[in-house]
């Protein structure tokens, strides 16, 4: 299990990494709100460690964008209203510093236990991730950098892996997000994500249904 430690003082991150890898979990580390949320897809942790006084965006700041994942809050803050409040918004534990590592182990384990609720800010099709609240998309384990209107033609196809999606309805419902992409436009986009993607992984992952519109290669 891996576990992602998202502290800016390095003496407690240190310690927790020396106790949580003697303990047989995998660790990662992230020093602040930004490094925390570059490392998400890469990481792919099991629960997450996380204190709140980071530097640039807080824990409080990203706690909306780790859905999904179990998180602990491990912070100095005391206040009744700061513990309900991240728990409310997700946090599976709130543990106050200066902590005892046993109780914290143990809050671990109940925290792995209870699992990551299902992430419907990720999708996936093959090896393909497309992470919406982040708006980043990663293929074979490298990030490929698409356009807007890439972006919203992928996340529609992905969101109906089984379904051709007809032309006039991948340009009604990408309209708001992307304006630019027109009819006669359409067949271009869809050609650089295709070559994005397949630079990414040497696969084709998007198929031309011949006077119907668009599909995810299934086979």
Request: some cysteine.
């Amino acid at each position: 299990m891996r576990i992602l430690i998202i502290e800016d003082d390095l003496h407690i991150g240190n310690m927790l990494e020396e106790v949580l890898v003697k303990k047989g979990y995998a660790v990662a580390r992230a020093y602040s709100g930004t490094e925390a949320l570059l490392a998400l897809p890469v990481e792919k942790p099991d629960l997450i460690l996380l204190d709140l006084m980071l530097p640039g965006l807080s824990g409080e700041d990203i706690m909306p964008k780790l859905k999904g994942i179990p998180v602990i809050v491990v912070s100095a803050k005391t206040d009744i209203d700061d513990k309900v409040g991240l728990l409310l918004e997700g946090a599976v534990d709130y543990i106050t510093k200066p902590f005892h590592m046993k109780e914290l182990l143990a809050r671990v384990v109940v925290g792995l236990r209870k699992g990551p609720e299902p992430d419907k800010s990720v999708l996936a099709f093959a090896d393909i991730r497309l992470y919406t609240a982040l708006h980043t998309v990663w293929v074979a384990e490298k990030e490929v950098r698409l356009t807007r209107t890439e972006y919203a033609i992928l996340k529609l196809l992905m969101q109906n892996p089984a379904q051709v999606i007809t032309k006039s309805l991948l340009l009604d419902r990408i309209s708001e997000d992307t304006p630019d992409c027109t009819e006669s436009s359409l067949k271009m986009h869809i050609s650089h994500l295709r070559r994005k993607l397949r630079e990414a992984s040497g696969q084709d992952y998007i198929e031309a249904v011949w006077g119907i519109g668009f599909k995810l290669k299934t086979d």
